[in-house]
């Protein structure tokens, strides 16, 4: 049951039946499926341990991150709650996928639910809107660009970086290294997510589909290929970063608004972070301190609403400080750590590599265009990865069958020693055991501050020049 658990979460999650099913309003789905998700644990064979909690960097790096968001947290808030949800699905996800078979069926009923919310949005348009997007699409605000009326995919930006991961998600696993048939039967897929984000004309959700789909194609090139890629990618992305101003839509109008309010919401949010030694504002205050959005009305300057972060890692440093951004970027680092140095034995184990892997750089870009700092998407990333490292890094398997013993009766040879056989006596040398990173090192506290330290300047960069 915790894997059925863990599976109607996700569906939950995506398809968010309980916003848009009249019979479903008032019911607490969510809270089912944690009782339901908690209780197959507690009855799980072998019992659950307290050291099966915390078998890998990633699960003390959420841990960390919990504990550092409950108690930065003004009083009040929903912090304590809305963390301890999250945290424990990630718990969960991390329990339920205990072998290979299972954390491949997790991975592509994640990738068919994402498949999903493209294909509604689209379905909208043609007639098919359960959940009456199509009037939120065509409305004064939108002026066309495609959403899905639901609570986390309602604007253009949201939706197109939610379907984003699709697209390596699919061609991983079902175009690459497949059987021609498959390939063609299976590649159409494509044409939903990428039409999907087309429509929504979301700038930053078309670049973090280039940024990930190209990283997906350097996998397996040659290393001179990777890496003039890499510095083509770091010369190239900062202009287009700071060009987004003239990448014009219709409805810019030659005001570019949004772009000035994201402007201005980075700003505040980097002097925030500079000026607080460890803590920030605090769990989703960003908004009860920012600046407001004005606008002109009959010649009068009103202020309306205050600013947004428009990106998880402003936000995420405004309201957490250096403290919480330090752990928010260290749960990616162990799961780059971990899918990069990982080498996989078969096919199906490097898939799941190369697509995790590929996700997880999707994420980081698209966490600079959209406030996703605490969705459901971190925990279920970062839950999928720490599975993948517990089962090909640490071998821990449950699915993996054990010899069956010898019942044939067998005859045992004595050997003749060695000395009485005049032959010299041979040592074997033991054979050395491959190292795996399961611990966080010196080192490894320095490449994480390094990745800070990137993601600090690329943040102060943006503040002055989008």
Not at 121 to 145: I, N, V
Not at 302 to 315: C, E, K, V
Not at 373 to 392: D, K, M, P, S, W
């Amino acid at each position: 049951m915790d894997y059925f658990s863990v599976v109607l979460f996700l569906f939950l999650y995506y398809i968010r039946p309980q916003e848009w099913v009249l019979l479903l309003l008032d019911l607490p789905l969510v809270q089912y499926v944690m009782i339901l998700a908690l209780t197959s644990l507690l009855f799980k064979k072998p019992a659950l341990s307290f050291r099966d909690l915390f078998r890998s960097p990633h699960d003390l790096f959420i841990l960390f991150f919990f504990l550092w968001v409950v108690f930065s947290a003004p009083a009040g808030t929903t912090a304590f709650g809305d963390m301890r949800n999250l945290s424990l699905f990630y718990v969960i996800i991390v329990q339920a996928l205990g072998n290979r078979a299972r954390l491949r069926q997790f991975v592509t009923v994640w990738t068919w639910m994402v498949v999903a919310i493209a294909a509604l949005a689209l379905a909208s348009e043609f007639g098919f809107d359960p959940m009456g997007s199509y009037d939120l699409t065509h409305s004064m605000w939108m002026k066309g660009r495609l959403c899905l009326n639901t609570s986390i995919f309602n604007n253009p930006n949201s939706l197109a970086h939610a379907v984003v991961p699709s697209i390596v998600m699919i061609y991983y696993l079902f175009i690459w290294r497949r059987p021609i048939f498959i390939k063609e039967t299976l590649g159409f897929l494509l044409a939903l997510p990428i039409w999907c984000i087309y429509l929504t004309e979301s700038r930053g959700g078309y670049m973090a589909g280039v940024s990930s789909f190209g990283i997906a194609m350097l996998f397996g090139r040659n290393k001179l290929l990777q890496l003039f890629m890499v510095v083509l990618i770091l010369v190239v992305v900062p202009p287009l970063l700071s060009s987004i101003r003239g990448m014009q839509r219709t409805d810019d109008k030659g005001t570019e608004a949004s772009v000035q309010g994201r402007q201005m919401a980075f700003q505040f949010g980097i002097a925030t972070y500079k000026n607080n030694m460890f803590r920030g504002l605090g769990y989703r205050q960003f908004t009860l301190y920012s600046p407001w959005k004005t606008e002109i009305i009959k010649g009068v300057k009103i202020n309306t609403t205050r600013i947004a972060p428009h990106s998880a890692i402003n936000g995420i440093g405004a309201e957490q400080g250096r403290v919480g951004l330090f752990l928010w970027l260290g749960t990616f680092y162990c799961c780059i750590r971990t899918l990069v140095m990982s080498v996989c034995k078969n096919e199906d184990d490097e898939r799941l590599r190369r697509l995790l892997l590929s996700i997880t750089v999707c994420f980081l870009v698209s966490a600079w265009f959209i406030d996703i700092e605490y969705h459901g998407t971190f925990f279920i990333l970062n839950a999928t990865v720490a599975a993948f490292h517990r089962l090909v890094r640490l071998g821990l398997d449950s699915g993996i069958p054990k010899p069956a013993p010898n019942l044939t009766p067998s005859i045992t040879v004595s050997p003749i020693p060695l000395a009485e056989s005049g032959a010299p006596p041979l040592i074997e040398p033991p054979t050395p055991k491959p190292k795996i990173w399961n611990r966080f090192t010196a080192l490894d506290l320095l490449l994480l501050l390094a990745f800070n330290y990137v993601v600090f300047k690329i943040w102060e960069h943006l503040s002055r020049t989008m």
